[in-house]
């Protein structure tokens, strides 16, 4: 009874700081995109990075176990963080480490409640309260031949609703998947319609459409009697990859394709190419005005340009392997999620933002502990 007490208060400890670590991350990442520059203080904004980040280490010295897989990717990402000095992927991982054994519904549940208060506060702030958040720039779409414009609902940007919604569709879709049923089918496709209908979001509306009709596939296939296509969903993220850089290069200067992407091709070549070393093994470094003139709009362009090739490795590796064991397990609510934002990052550069993106948190967490080979600081100190 007592260890049961013992592990009963550890767990409640483990979210509590768990809980407080995201709240912050969340915290600064809505501050960065819905603030005004210079409303919050930029020592508040450190403080919220550092803290979160030393709350993560807290929660790995205090665990009681660990396992050689574990310590190996946290110690890559540590190298890497060094290297590069971008510490996006260092917390996905720190962050998988910490909910090591806190609850996979907890984890999305709290994804989903805290964007979920946020975003309302992002709407509100947007709205109501100019001097706080910077108004919108007016965007228009050509629709039948005129020009309509693009509600933003108080986001800088019509197409951040879908982008800051997408980690609730993706947890909505964890929760109910054994469940999923026609009312949320109507009700995933009756949001989607209207977010679409005032903001006019192709690449939202095509990106949470097609994870949608990818559920409907999962639930109908039988994994384990289709070897094709088990290889083909764990190559998906190397082929979005390919995707992206051929685009980026050899289709840069393709008029049509330019039109259709919102220029995104041009924008990519202009990492990729014009200011970048395609091989780069630690990430190219751009100047302030090349960032301003060239939105960066896709996770896998920013990965290979920004972090370089030993970290995008490594990411992709990490991916596969996470994707291989969801495959094995049939754990098909965990590739869906997971695929949601792997499509999106197509054209969003979003896979790397802890704050949203929970599916990848949840691959890394499954990733470690696949391995049951535990062992404990103090027990191999007695050892030796």
């Known amino acids: 009874m007592n260890s049961l007490r013992s592990d009963d208060k550890g767990s409640i400890i483990s979210k509590i700081l768990y809980t407080i670590t995201l709240l912050a991350i969340i915290a600064r990442r809505y501050a960065i995109f819905i603030i005004r520059d210079g409303i919050v203080p930029s020592t508040f904004m450190s403080a919220l990075f550092y803290g979160s980040f030393v709350l993560l280490l807290l929660q790995f010295a205090i665990q009681k176990s660990h396992n050689k897989t574990e310590i190996i990717i946290f110690l890559a990402t540590m190298m890497l963080y060094l290297l590069t000095r971008e510490g996006s992927i260092l917390m996905i991982v720190l962050l998988a480490i910490a909910i090591k054994n806190i609850e996979d519904d ?23 309260m100019p001097h706080i958040a910077p108004i919108p720039e007016a965007h228009y779409r050509i629709v039948e031949g005129e020009l309509v414009s693009r509600e933003a609902f108080g986001f800088a940007n019509p197409n951040s609703p879908f982008w800051f919604t997408l980690a609730i569709y993706a947890g909505y879709i964890f929760l109910r998947f054994d469940d999923y049923n026609k009312y949320d089918r109507i009700l995933l496709i ?33 994994l384990k009697d289709n070897i094709l296509l088990t290889k083909g969903l764990k190559l998906i993220p190397f082929i979005f990859l390919v995707s992206s850089l051929l685009v980026g290069t050899v289709f840069a200067k393709v008029s049509s394709l330019n039109s259709l992407m919102a220029s995104r091709p041009r924008h990519w070549n202009a990492y990729l190419v014009k200011n970048g070393n395609l091989l780069t093994l630690f990430g190219n470094k751009y100047s302030s005005e090349i960032k301003a003139a060239h939105p960066l709009d896709s996770s896998y362009v920013y990965m290979y340009a920004f972090l370089g090739l030993v970290s995008l490795i490594f990411f992709m590796y990490l991916l596969y392997k996470g994707l291989d064991l969801f495959i094995i397990n049939d754990q098909k609510k965990y590739i869906a999620i997971v695929m949601m934002f792997l499509i999106y990052a197509l054209a969003e550069n979003i896979l790397l933002e802890v704050g949203y993106n929970f599916t990848i948190v949840l691959l890394i967490k499954h990733i470690i502990i696949n391995n049951k080979d535990n062992f404990t600081i103090f027990n191999s100190r007695r050892a030796g």
């Open 106 to 128: 907890y984890v999305v549940k709290s994804y989903i409640i805290l964007n979920l208060i946020f975003i309302v506060g992002s709407i509100i702030i947007g709205n109501l």
């Open 190 to 222: 009756f949001t989607t319609i209207f977010i679409y209908y005032f903001t006019k979001s192709r690449t939202g509306a095509i990106a949470i459409f097609g994870a949608l009709v990818f559920v409907e596939l999962l639930k109908k296939i039988d």
